[in-house]
């Protein structure tokens, strides 16, 4: 189940992003909040530190929380993992599936995702478009003992909004290791870019509250088109 501070600090994200607070750029005081939702004063402070790690609300000392102006080019919060079509939702995100097949898992996945020998997997590699232009390329594991079913539709769109809204999973850690390369021929075609050019690597490692590993994703991003975003308070 959903802790109740989530749920709270998707409730007000939705109302953001549907353009409630537009006009003001300033969310309700926490009183308001806990008479709107029915809950206590330390749920609603949860909610509202969880906006800001996603960089949607920011609090001004004395004086409120405010919305957080948006990036140009949307940058990927490194703070709170969410998706492509998460952070990229006011674009076209889609995806063009290069191969999909359920395979055992070999030593390799199991090295990378800690599971049994001959494990189900689901092996999806696919394109993710940005406004039609390549974005990145996504390989991408998925245990299908904590993952039970994926298909062609499902894997189009965004795989992480299937397991958050449709399976009712809460995924809970997201380890990130960013690192560089050059494009291999096969990449760079896909990417519209010339081999041995810049490549940014990003490995993820997705986990349940139990630390159990569900998804191993290795993407080769567009080093043109893709901006990060690491957020640090210094009080």
């Known amino acids: 189940m959903?802790?109740?501070?989530?749920?709270?600090?998707?409730?007000?994200?939705?109302?953001?992003?549907?353009?409630?607070?537009?006009?003001?750029?300033?969310?309700?005081?926490?009183?308001?909040?806990?008479?709107?939702?029915?809950?206590?004063?330390?749920?609603?402070?949860?909610?509202?530190?969880?906006?800001?790690?996603?960089?949607?609300?920011?609090?001004?000392?004395?004086?409120?929380?405010?919305?957080?102006?948006?990036?140009?080019?949307?940058?990927?919060?490194?703070?709170?993992?969410?998706?492509?079509?998460?952070?990229?939702?006011?674009?076209?995100?889609?995806?063009?599936?290069?191969?999909?097949?359920?395979?055992?898992?070999?030593?390799?996945?199991?090295?990378l995702m800690h599971c049994e020998l001959d494990t189900p997997t689901y092996y999806v590699h696919r394109l993710r478009k940005l406004d039609n232009k390549p974005y990145c390329i996504e390989y991408s594991y998925y245990n299908k003992d904590l993952i039970p079913y994926l298909d062609n539709e499902i894997?189009?769109?965004?795989?992480?909004?299937?397991?958050?809204?449709?399976?009712?999973?809460?995924?809970?850690?997201?380890?990130e290791v960013i690192s560089a390369n050059v494009l291999t021929k096969e990449e760079a075609d896909l990417l519209g870019l010339k081999e041995n050019e810049p490549a940014i690597i990003c490995e993820n490692t997705s986990m349940f509250k139990t630390g159990t590993i569900f998804n191993y994703c290795y993407s080769v991003f567009n080093y043109k088109e893709t901006k990060f975003l690491k957020m640090t308070n210094t009080a």
């Open 155 to 175: 894997i189009n769109g965004s795989i992480y909004n299937y397991i958050r809204n449709d399976l009712k999973k809460t995924i809970n850690f997201i380890d």
């Open 2 to 111: 959903e802790a109740k501070f989530k749920h709270v600090s998707n409730l007000i994200e939705k109302d953001i992003a549907s353009g409630i607070y537009d006009e003001t750029q300033k969310l309700l005081t926490e009183d308001e909040f806990i008479i709107k939702y029915k809950v206590s004063r330390n749920t609603i402070r949860r909610a509202i530190d969880l906006l800001v790690k996603r960089g949607v609300a920011l609090p001004v000392q004395g004086s409120g929380i405010y919305l957080r102006k948006k990036r140009l080019g949307q940058p990927i919060n490194l703070e709170n993992l969410r998706g492509l079509t998460y952070y990229l939702g006011d674009h076209n995100v889609s995806s063009v599936i290069l191969d999909f097949k359920l395979i055992p898992a070999d030593n390799k996945i199991v090295d």
